[in-house]
């Protein structure tokens, strides 16, 4: 997968490597402000088991 998005980039080598760079910023950005905020209510991370005794 990742060999089919280097090849279809254009430009040489370092003009790939910053578009990489680049669309790798904005997945993660689009991650933690629109995915990870979303998801969070449905995860069980707030569901302990232990009791404060």
């Not at 760079?21 to 569901?47: Q, T």
């Amino acid at each position: 997968m990742y060999g089919w998005i280097w090849r279809h980039l254009p430009g040489n080598a370092w003009l790939k490597a910053l578009i990489s760079l680049v669309l790798v910023m904005a997945v993660v950005y689009l991650l933690f402000n629109y995915v990870f905020p979303w998801a969070e209510p449905l995860l069980p991370f707030n569901d302990v088991t232990v009791d404060n005794q």
